[in-house]
């Protein structure tokens, strides 16, 4: 039985970072992934015509100026690059306007204006406050461990810190209602803020704040987003690592309480002479340890339901544990149908995400990041040398 230092389950962006840290950290990592490619979400396919490829799943990475993880890894060294894009997003309607926001702040003002006015003195309020002078603080929030209302409270003084904690105890759509009228821009930050983050549930309108701080820096991957897994492949395999595709982990062994050892659906077996590392999601990690936690977290993983915002990489083994969309939300309703409808061109196409359709055509479209060859081979074999990119600047 292979030993390794650590086994790492999963090999989307989450699995694969982690693998990555540990291995610059010099330690010998396997990444086992079940899958027939790597990356989970951040995908990148030939759908259409040849040589046109599409990210099917992440698109922007959102406040990835700012990431730890791209200066940490060097991630350029391993061939990762993004570009952050004058023109950030848009809302097309159907009077023929659209809501278009840029990394520069006064053509935003200028956007939002054709709407509201008061809408657009608003955000340039907003901007000015949590977008620029308040960033370093909200992006700090981001990478150390969080902290509750109360403790943020305790560290916080000022009329400034007064209007961020405030915002705590809203709901999503409380704190964009709070702040903006016009109905299409309301729609927009409710909807980005539906499908980046949570539900409209209390206690989550500080994300809101979140959103303002770095939604207009997002980042563009050069390559398509499947760029950023083959550079952390890169690093890992470089490192001394081992990346297996095609290895559905069945069951983890435990000793002594503590996860050592991995069997894959094919009987084969690994040891961890250090740790196992699941990135997968819940019920499939508390399914591999069957036996391992508390009667209840059993019961709560059994009876588990996911949405496509809730779990990016779902690849639970029953059709029925996929998750499926939810009703749109009264409020906001017409902006969810564009999200959903989006969902159906990919279907058309082949290219729906596992977590969300059961149902795969036969004739799937060719992955750029998964190796050639037959499955469960070590990823960097052919993979990552015939995997084609975009040119740069595309």
Same mark, same amino acid.
Request: glycine share 8%; proline share 7%; charged share 20%.
């Given at each position: 039985m292979e030993s390794w230092d650590g086994i790492v389950v999963g090999a989307?962006?989450?699995?694969?970072?982690?693998?990555?840290?540990?291995?610059?950290?010099?330690?010998?990592?396997?990444?086992?992934?079940?899958?027939?490619?790597?990356?989970?979400?951040?995908?990148?396919?030939?759908?259409?015509?040849?040589?046109?490829?599409?990210?099917?799943?992440?698109?922007?990475?959102?406040?990835?100026?700012?990431?730890?993880?791209?200066?940490?890894?060097?991630?350029?060294?391993?061939?990762?690059?993004?570009?952050?894009? /004058?023109?950030?997003?848009?809302?097309?309607?159907?009077?023929?306007? !659209?809501?278009?926001? $840029?990394?520069?702040? +006064? @053509?935003?003002v200028a956007s939002i204006a054709r709407f509201s006015h008061r809408d657009a003195e608003t955000y340039r309020s907003l901007y000015e406050r949590f977008g620029t002078a308040m960033r370093p603080l909200l992006v700090s929030m981001l990478y150390h461990p969080p902290l509750t209302p109360v403790e943020l409270r305790e560290r916080l003084r000022g009329p400034?810190?007064? /209007?961020?904690?405030?915002?705590?105890?809203?709901?999503?759509?409380? !704190?964009?209602?709070? $702040?903006?009228?016009? +109905? @299409?821009?309301?729609?927009?930050?409710k909807t980005l803020l539906h499908v980046i983050t949570a539900d409209d549930v209390p206690g989550t309108g500080l994300l809101f704040i979140s959103l303002l701080a770095s939604f207009t820096r997002q980042a563009l991957p050069l390559g398509g987003a499947a760029s950023f897994p083959r550079a952390l492949a890169n690093l890992v395999e470089a490192r001394g690592g081992r990346i297996l595709t095609g290895a559905r982990v069945e069951h983890l062994g435990l000793r002594s309480g503590a996860a050592r050892e991995v069997e894959l659906a094919d009987g084969r077996r690994f040891e961890a002479t250090g740790f196992v590392a699941s990135a997968v999601d819940f019920p499939q990690t508390v399914a591999m340890a069957e036996g391992a936690f508390a009667a209840d977290i059993d019961q709560k993983a059994r009876d588990w339901s996911g949405t496509p915002t809730a779990s990016p990489r779902?690849?639970?083994?029953?059709?029925?544990?996929?998750?499926?969309?939810?009703?749109?939300?009264?409020?906001?309703?017409?902006?969810?149908?564009?999200?959903?409808?989006?969902?159906?061109?990919?279907?058309?196409?082949?290219?729906?995400?596992?977590?969300?359709?059961?149902?795969?055509?036969?004739?799937?479209?060719?992955r750029l990041s998964q190796a050639s060859g037959s499955p469960s081979r070590p990823y960097g074999a052919n993979g990552h040398q015939n995997a084609r990119c975009l040119p740069a600047g595309a």
């Amino acid at each position: 039985m292979e030993s390794w230092d650590g086994i790492v389950v999963g090999a989307g962006h989450n699995g694969l970072t982690c693998a990555a840290y540990l291995a610059r950290a010099g330690l010998r990592v396997l990444v086992l992934e079940a899958n027939p490619w790597i990356g989970g979400g951040t995908v990148t396919e030939e759908l259409t015509l040849p040589g046109f490829r599409h990210n099917t799943h992440a698109n922007y990475f959102i406040g990835f100026d700012v990431a730890p993880v791209y200066r940490d890894l060097e991630l350029d060294r391993w061939g990762f690059r993004f570009v952050v894009p /004058d023109v950030q997003c848009a809302w097309l309607c159907r009077d023929g306007r !659209a809501l278009v926001f $840029h990394r520069e702040l +006064e @053509p935003t003002v200028a956007s939002i204006a054709r709407f509201s006015h008061r809408d657009a003195e608003t955000y340039r309020s907003l901007y000015e406050r949590f977008g620029t002078a308040m960033r370093p603080l909200l992006v700090s929030m981001l990478y150390h461990p969080p902290l509750t209302p109360v403790e943020l409270r305790e560290r916080l003084r000022g009329p400034w810190a007064d /209007d961020l904690l405030s915002h705590a105890p809203l709901t999503l759509y409380q !704190a964009v209602d709070r $702040h903006f009228a016009s +109905e @299409p821009v309301r729609v927009f930050f409710k909807t980005l803020l539906h499908v980046i983050t949570a539900d409209d549930v209390p206690g989550t309108g500080l994300l809101f704040i979140s959103l303002l701080a770095s939604f207009t820096r997002q980042a563009l991957p050069l390559g398509g987003a499947a760029s950023f897994p083959r550079a952390l492949a890169n690093l890992v395999e470089a490192r001394g690592g081992r990346i297996l595709t095609g290895a559905r982990v069945e069951h983890l062994g435990l000793r002594s309480g503590a996860a050592r050892e991995v069997e894959l659906a094919d009987g084969r077996r690994f040891e961890a002479t250090g740790f196992v590392a699941s990135a997968v999601d819940f019920p499939q990690t508390v399914a591999m340890a069957e036996g391992a936690f508390a009667a209840d977290i059993d019961q709560k993983a059994r009876d588990w339901s996911g949405t496509p915002t809730a779990s990016p990489r779902s690849t639970w083994r029953s059709p029925s544990r996929r998750g499926t969309a939810p009703p749109p939300s009264t409020p906001m309703s017409s902006g969810l149908k564009s999200v959903w409808a989006s969902t159906a061109c990919r279907r058309r196409f082949g290219a729906y995400p596992d977590h969300v359709s059961s149902r795969r055509p036969a004739t799937s479209s060719r992955r750029l990041s998964q190796a050639s060859g037959s499955p469960s081979r070590p990823y960097g074999a052919n993979g990552h040398q015939n995997a084609r990119c975009l040119p740069a600047g595309a």
